[in-house]
């Protein structure tokens, strides 16, 4: 403990998050450094929603138990150390069925989280307008419908008929089934409104070339989005900082196009939330250039522009045309091998030049390495930019000669 000049202990500030361990099955083909890094990313979504990681718990399976997720030991294991260590959440790295819930509530002394429900309170702490608030409302109690018996323990049925005989009534659960029922009808005739005025704000657009950011979350595209448009989008270094699209009018030389900053893709994304964020997505749909912007010194980023590429598929946007940025060549490491080792190098032995002439060959999309934090490469990429959204105008509209 610190002391002052006194002498006097001085009381250090307590940290008041809650305290959580993770916990994932290793599948028996999983590699453990990908289970390793799939946790980290837990981890960061924990850290997100102020929730403090004390340790990870793991277990080889050939998959999860369908009861309970883990082996019957290692739940017992978890138990005993979260009573002991006074823990206030457990999370588990996949979207557990509502029967395990049900069954892993019974054996744990502590709230427990999936990996579904904490992105959901993510989302939900960080919407800001009533849009993007609504959506995140609607993919809360889809998830919530299946689940609600495990959160009421007064399931007494209610009287019905009249006088004191009569019929046993509704149920309280099927009470508040019919209530989240309602709720989500009436969310989703919200949002349908709310999509047709978008689709006729997107309409009046004009003829305006429109560019979208999209890529993994916290890669740096709301920082890029900033950098280019010269405009003030929230950014920070936290998962989902963006939810709400951001569109900016953006003029090079003489040149104008719509850019437009969307929220981050994320491995294993609720459907949900896919669903309930379709108008937020749409901008990406009816974008005619996509500038997928990937976070270079993360050491698993090709598996993080496959889960952009394959999300991409999913919601019908796979055969746009693709601009590959680079970001963060400010933070890449790597391991430099000695000159007697024979072993073939690996992926974490490529210097920042063997990646850039890997990917500049085996890349079928142009591709840019940049920083946007130190303005590295800036240049070059508005250049790009512009080729590509000029050819695009000129293709769309061959007798518009204001370019020229």
Known sequence: MAKNKENTPIEEPQDLRERAVVVAVIRDSQPIEQVEEFLGELEFLAETADIVTVRRFTQRLPQPSSRIYV?????????????????DVVIFDDELSPSQTRNIEKVMPCRILDRTRLILDIFMSRARTAYAKTQV???????????????WTHL???????????????????????????????????????????AVQRSNRGSMVRVALVG?????????????????????????ATLD??????????????????????????????????????????????????????????????????TLQDIGAGDKPVYLVFNKIDAYTYEKKDEDDLTPATRKNLSLEDLKQSWIAK???????????????IEKLRGDLYGMVREIHAGRYPFNNFLY
């Open 216 to 240: 993994y979350t916290n890669v740096g595209k709301s920082t890029l989005m900033n950098l280019v448009s010269k405009s003030e989008v929230f950014a920070e270094n936290k998962l989902f």
């Open 71 to 87: 082996g019957p030991g290692k739940l017992d294991e978890i138990a005993a150390y979260c009573a002991e260590n006074e823990i």
């Open 245 to 310: 699209t951001t569109v900016r009018k953006v003029v090079f030389d003489n040149l104008p196009f719509l850019l437009s900053d969307t929220v981050g893709f994320i491995r294993k994304l609720p459907t949900q939330l896919i669903e309930s964020f379709k108008s937020t997505l749409d901008e990406v749909r009816e974008a005619d250039l996509l500038v997928h912007v990937v976070d270079i010194s993360h050491p698993n980023f090709e598996e993080q522009i496959d889960v952009v590429k394959q």
């Open 137 to 151: 409302q609607l993919a809360q109690y889809e998830y919530m419908l299946p689940r609600l018996a495990g959160m």
């Open 363 to 377: 890349a079928n999309t142009p591709c840019i390495f940049i920083s946007a934090v130190e303005r590295m490469n």
């Open 156 to 198: 007494e049925r209610q009287r019905g008929g009249t006088g004191t005989r009569g019929g046993a009534g509704e149920r309280e659960i099927e009470t508040d089934r019919r209530i989240v029922r309602n709720r989500i009808s009436k969310l989703k005739e919200e949002l349908s409104k709310i999509d047709r005025q978008m």
